[in-house]
């Protein structure tokens, strides 16, 4: 592990990590996240789950045009092309819940973890926000990496 | 309590919710997240808290930033001119985490919620980013809305 | 009727039109547009129509985003806080079309012809890129205002 | 042909295609379009076309813009870094329309027409837009792709 | 004048100065901005600036799309609806400089200086971009205030 | 030394020059800038230099994301996936000002000098919002390139 804050220079300036000299490897990562609700949120969900204009569909989308956006969105991200972006949503009806997870895969110089996190978080922001008029009180939880694979730093997995 | 989705129309449409004839009323809303991280991370951070480039510092800007990107990442929320935001963080080194707060405010036909909820997610996903090469285990979790004032569905307050 | 473009001053330049002296009033555009495809796409587009997921949903939202992009777009667009979205979209079986019908509303200095054209352009754009792969020589077609009220110009309808 | 639309999957989600195991090839996409209007606005346009600021020259330069912005605002579109993008205009005053052509080019895994296609789409909308104030019964019309080259799919070509 | 930064806090945070009590009143700004380039470089600027395609109109249009972009550049800047952005561009061939003005107004509760500095700045960037292949010693220089007015801070003029 | 201006065409048309044709190497780019400031200006600054949330932090943020943003400002830049942006700011107390430098580069087919330039501007821009309320009387000046490297044309440097 590594013992430093690597965006931080000596000098104390955030920087955008020189990956110049790295290589093209095939990149993949994925990222979980969720959303809580009323039980009463989560069944006016599930009505609408399977016809056309449904919140999940709207928030899945969401989430893989907010993919794109990380380099825009957080300031040291490198801008990269990504190549795969799938989020699937999914209602929990006995929990309350919409599990998110995101997939990103790019070949370049550096990881897509931020592109996955980022999905997650644009996804569980438009539940949030389809859903507000009818329940305040959601709650955005459990927002992390589950799976990093290609680059020097090899395979990472969590639950 | 609203008895339906907001966003969807009867013939399944998604639609941003039509305010044309909403009249202009001041708006606040708070949200909060938090990073959970591990003790080492939480220490890194702390070096780093009192000088310049620090990522708490960081995170904030983006977080800021974040905010008046809102209707461009949420599919259904309309464009609106912010007159505040706000975004502090606070390391909790008791519990390993960065206690995230924004604060929004317009003057304008619609709430800020969604404003204030992804200045914090961006704000957490930032923290993210800049502690990944040390810790790729962090959960960015509890984001949620807090406070919430002005327009027809008044106050409305949560912890 | 006008006698000279509004867009370029005596000298030359593009200009974005002063409406700084111009009172916010109430203002609606309507623009509709189509896509002409083969009977065999309408065909697909036919079979996923009532399920999550189907081509007309994610145009229908890449039109309302689209929309709020209008300033970024068209370069001598006013910024205008849009106040109502509304796209549909209709397969229309017998012609092989889908049909794009975009309602924009604000309160402001300036009409929203553009995001309403915007919404239809972009809308009809998605449909061609999700169906791209089984139908190369789609045409997208009759992108037009076809009602336009507030402001001192008045009332416009077109069919 | 495909007999299926390949940015849905089986479970119904919209999907950004898997283009990582594809090879970078050069890529060629053209696609053209017509703005048709009154003599009268016609006229408007020639009297101004060898000047500087004349309208073509503005709708031209958001076009290039446009191509830029292609995966922003078409959801499932792949990033990609084009290597050229022109885009012509001509008055054809016989007929009372702006013809416009966009060609677009990129070294990558996937095929660049809705970029070709969005930039003739902002092209046309800026026509729109700096001649509104004279015609408002303008009609954008018959945008399609007329040639596409490289990749698996090979060479295409229409009028 | 004041005696301390407005966008920093007591504690130390970036902050969006809150604007939520400021009343609405029209607000102007104008600046301005140079560009040295070689005697050579000014004459080919000079013997395209009366065709269509010159560079001086590019930059322009760049200049005026970019005061729109202005809360997405700058950090702590207010988003605001611009009702107005007009930029001119002088080739000085005595002095071998295009000379840059810009002016933005609005009605809204914060000045649009910022948004004038961007016009120049981006607009400058412009013509260094399309004059870099035949001079790269250009020098964009004197960007500056010249003239501010609205608000409470009163009238600001400067040469 | 070409003795044209690369981006316009022989019919007068601005276009994206064609890079397809060239190869990938590495990229370098360097720029340069100043911004000008009153005696008191500068002693804010310092007084807040070593503490977070200093102008200089901030500034130096806003810059490293706004090298990001080049293609989406400049016309008709290529947009390319920068592999490093760094960006240094210093306060020169003798002279009151604050000295700006940005390094960008890039694996691509063309330079990245416009990318820097970019963070320059952008990083001086922000500086000026951040110090407005004490000092409408800065100046921003000497932008330009000191050093480029990497493509056909070879090495640049200047001072």
Redesign the interface.
Known sequence: ?????????A??????????A?SDT?RIAVAK?RVLMSA?TAR??AE???????????A???G???A??T??????????????????LELATDTDAVDIVATC?????TGV??EA??AV??T???V??????????????????VH?EGGKSGL?T?D
Do not use: W, Y
């Open positions: 592990m590594a013992d430093k804050l690597s965006h931080i220079d000098a104390g300036n955030a920087v955008m990590v020189d990956i110049s790295k095939a996240g009463e006016l969900i609408h789950g399977h016809k056309k204009g449904d919140v999940l569909g709207i899945q989308l969401a893989v045009m907010g794109k956006k380099p825009d969105l957080i300031p040291l991200c490198h801008p990269l092309p990504l190549t795969s972006v799938e989020v699937t895969k790019t070949t370049g110089k973890e931020m996190l980022t978080s644009i569980a922001l438009t949030f926000d389809m859903c507000k008029a009818v329940d305040k009180s959601m709650r955005i939880t459990d927002i992390r990496v990093k990472f969590a």
